[in-house]
């Protein structure tokens, strides 16, 4: 696996979305087993205009339109990758996977398990997830710990252009059934992403997004941009923090985390999610328990409000971490 | 006789799971899956294991299943309710859920279609699953693109404790055909062949690119919605039990008295020694058998 085959500086310089669009038709050149289903995917492209241009090239047989029928978007992709091919489908929203449940957390997750590893299910379900400027409160959740806490799905949150065009193409790789989140906010944010076809990103391994020696701060999906910028602040009042973003949530690669807080000796993870029962809680018990004694302070979890997301764009805003919160907690942990 | 088999150990033995009997609707079974070939698919219900036995699955394997014995196709991990899998022979699953199967079948035939195969999916359910939501979601989208399925209802009248009338605003379940443009036909479920006929002209407009259809199989449940269930729900008992709808005597009648005794012993000899090699295995091993097949 080539994670990187040339510098990311001479790169191209990519959207999110684009990158993640890079990343569908690389795949469905590769493979012809590959395909995708969703709601207006084809013809408009996506309501965020990710799969732009890809029924042009691969035609109505691989890129299916459907109508408001979520449960027939997973159950189908779970029956499609059973009798041999590989569907890439798209909910609108993350939300979706709730009026898919059944498909996502029974037949997606355990059908392989159930029926005794005879049938693979080499499905990714991309979801965007996440605020994005006045959805409300049923198309802006991020889910991502619902997902965590069903075992037999993998889940993978991509930060970056690079990751997300690198993540994707190892999630339609992978075996096993892939809840891709990528985040609404992030889609027109650009940087440097591969050509090269051979690019890819493992899933499980974090990446270390800003090398520091104070604070280790954990971070995934649109917190990681605001984490790199609070970042820089500190710097500048003199407080060095380590951002680490895990990219993949399940399978989750602690030691990479753990081997920064024995550095740092202080943790804070910071999460879009309602905070209660988030993936910070899970990652800050695996630091105790792997890292106790390197601990100077306690662990601290920034996250979102426990509320659902009001529809108002200032209200929603309000309800999860900003820059200026990052900034403060890092201060007042740094003081503990 | 395999159903017999199952009620006469439950009875003895009890069972680490809800046995949901067959009895009855074998004929559905046996008759429909008779019409598909061994690269077809099927996505089974929950009544019994006709649809495996018929479509090619080793007896042992179904019967390790339901005995959650390492032989099993799930070794153990299926079994209660009864999942049993074998894709070489086109049997792909079954949901806990039920009227899980539209969807997922809905997708096979996408599947199908994208392989450019001729290949067919059967998809059975009961009167019951198809109040699903899921069937609206896969009819629509299997009918508007003509998927090679075939819809085959075992509609026994009762889901668990609900008599179909109370259901469903229409007399059949074939009724609901029509909205989703395809034909909707009703067959006698004791009668293999004439289930067999029906399903033989599904698969064929199937295979034809001409789209799914729905057969209703009228049928009975025999014994409760599991075995040990003491229905005191039902009304309809006597008739249930009454061995002149009985499926398997139904087929007897029409073949010769020798050849149906020789038949007899044949299949009483396979299924006795099946479930006796299945019964003498060993229960798959919990520490090996619980994390495998999480993640491939």
Excluded at chain 2, 235 to 260: F, K, S, T
């Amino acid at each position: 696996m080539h994670e990187q085959s040339q510098p990311m500086s001479d790169a191209p310089v990519l959207s999110y979305g684009r990158a993640i669009n890079q990343a569908l038709a690389e795949e469905m050149r590769r493979d012809e087993r590959v395909w995708l289903m969703g709601q207006d995917i084809g013809r408009l492209g996506g309501v965020f205009g990710v799969t732009r241009g890809l029924l042009d090239e691969f035609g109505e047989q691989r890129v299916v339109d459907t109508g408001i029928t979520e449960t027939f978007i997973v159950g189908g992709a779970v029956g499609a990758a059973m009798s041999g091919t590989i569907p890439v489908v798209e909910l609108q929203f993350a939300d979706f996977i709730l009026i898919a449940g059944d498909e996502v957390f029974h037949k997606l997750a355990k059908w392989r398990y159930m029926h005794g590893g005879r049938v693979e299910l080499p499905v990714v379900v991309r979801a965007p997830t996440g605020i994005v400027g006045g959805a409300g409160a049923e198309h802006s959740q991020s889910l991502e710990a619902l997902c965590m806490n069903v075992p037999g799905l993998k889940v993978v949150m991509p930060a970056s252009p690079a990751d997300a065009k690198g993540l994707l193409k190892s999630a339609i790789r992978d075996p096993n059934p892939v809840i891709y989140f990528e985040h609404k906010m992030l889609y027109r944010v650009k940087g440097p992403v591969p050509a090269d076809e051979r690019f890819m990103v493992p899933l499980g391994k974090a990446s270390v997004r800003l090398a520091g020696e104070d604070l280790t701060v954990v971070a995934t999906g649109l917190m990681v941009e605001r984490a790199l910028e609070a970042g820089r602040r500190l710097g500048e009042a003199g407080v060095s923090i380590e951002v680490i973003d895990p990219r993949s949530l399940v399978p989750l690669d602690i030691e990479t985390i753990v081997r920064s807080v024995e550095k740092t000796s202080r943790a804070l993870i910071v999460h879009e999610a309602p905070r209660t029962a988030g993936a910070g809680a899970e990652i800050a018990a695996l630091i105790q328990e792997k890292a106790f004694f390197a601990l100077d302070a306690p662990i601290w979890r920034l996250g979102g409000t426990d509320t659902p997301i009001p529809q108002d764009a200032e209200l929603e805003e309000a309800c999860i971490p900003s820059v200026d919160a990052i900034v403060e907690a890092a201060q007042e942990l740094m003081r503990v | 006789m395999c159903e017999l088999r199952i009620q006469a150990h439950v009875a003895e033995h009890g069972f680490g799971g809800f046995w949901h009997p067959g009895l009855g609707q074998e004929g559905v079974q046996a008759g429909a899956v008779a019409a598909l070939g061994r690269d077809d698919y099927l996505l089974y219900a929950h009544r019994g294991l006709g649809y495996a036995v018929a479509k090619g699955m080793s007896l042992t394997e179904v019967f390790g299943d339901l005995l959650a014995r390492s032989t099993g196709s799930t070794g153990g991990k299926g079994a209660g309710i009864a999942h049993f899998c074998d894709p070489s022979v086109g049997v792909l699953g079954e949901g806990g859920t039920l009227g899980s199967g539209f969807v997922v079948g809905a997708g096979v035939g996408m599947s199908i279609r994208l392989r450019r195969s001729d290949q067919v999916c059967a998809i059975f359910f009961g009167d019951g699953a198809a109040s699903r939501g899921t069937w609206h979601e896969a009819a629509l989208e299997a009918s508007v693109r003509k998927l090679p399925l075939v819809w085959i209802c075992e509609n026994n009248g009762w889901a668990l404790s609900r008599p179909f009338n109370a259901q469903s605003p229409t007399e059949n379940v074939a009724d609901r055909a029509a909205a989703y443009g395809v034909p909707g036909v009703i067959v006698d479920g004791q009668d293999a062949i004439a289930v067999f006929d029906a399903t033989q002209l599904a698969v064929q407009r199937a295979r034809a690119g001409e789209g799914p259809t729905l057969i209703e199989a009228k049928t009975v449940r025999v014994r409760g919605h599991y075995e040990g269930d003491q229905q005191h729900y039902r009304d309809d008992r006597a008739d249930a039990e009454d061995l002149d709808r009985d499926p398997v005597e139904i087929l007897r009648r029409r073949i010769d008295a020798g050849r149906a005794s020789e038949l007899d012993a044949k299949v009483s000899a396979e299924v006795n020694a099946a479930f006796e090699e299945a019964l003498a295995a060993p229960r798959a091993e919990a520490e090996e058998i619980i994390f495998m097949d999480v993640y491939a």
